[in-house]
């Protein structure tokens, strides 16, 4: 869809509702799913699903993040990412965390106790629901 200004730009829920002839309110109910949605036509739904699909509408998570106060994500901060054996848990961290429709924020310590058990600041600016922690071992130098 091709606005004002004749840049490509995200399709919005406004756009689907003016594409469809259904009020952002209702559009709205239908693409969340939410509790209401049962009381919408099965035929207004397929139409406003339709019409979703065909121009490309993509839920903006931000927006959810904003309205929800959940980011739906997890920090994930390692005490040393290159340590060999960090791959295979990331990969696994990564995996059970995309099953989950769940963004993943990696950061690493780079071998720094302080930075490791101190708040993460890059996973407090974004929200993330939660922070796992990754360590193998951490010496202390005395």
């Not at 920090?75 to 989950?100: H, K, W």
Request: with cysteine.
């Amino acid at each position: 869809m091709k606005r004002q200004s004749g840049r490509d730009q995200t399709i919005t829920m406004r756009d689907v509702a003016k594409s469809s002839g259904f009020s952002p309110a209702t559009v709205s109910i239908v693409l969340n799913n939410a509790p209401l949605a049962r009381y919408i036509a099965p035929t207004t739904k397929k139409r406003i699903e339709e019409v979703a699909k065909k121009l490309g509408y993509r839920p903006n998570a931000m927006a959810r993040f904003l309205r929800s106060k959940r980011s739906h994500s997890v920090g994930v901060m390692f005490f040393d990412i290159t340590d060999p054996f960090c791959t295979p848990v990331l990969r696994g961290i990564e995996n059970a965390l995309y099953q989950s429709s769940y963004i993943q924020i990696f950061a690493d310590a780079h071998n720094q106790r302080n930075r490791f058990v101190s708040p993460t600041p890059t996973t407090r600016e974004t929200g993330s629901n939660d922070t796992l922690k990754c360590c193998w071992s951490i010496t202390s130098r005395h």
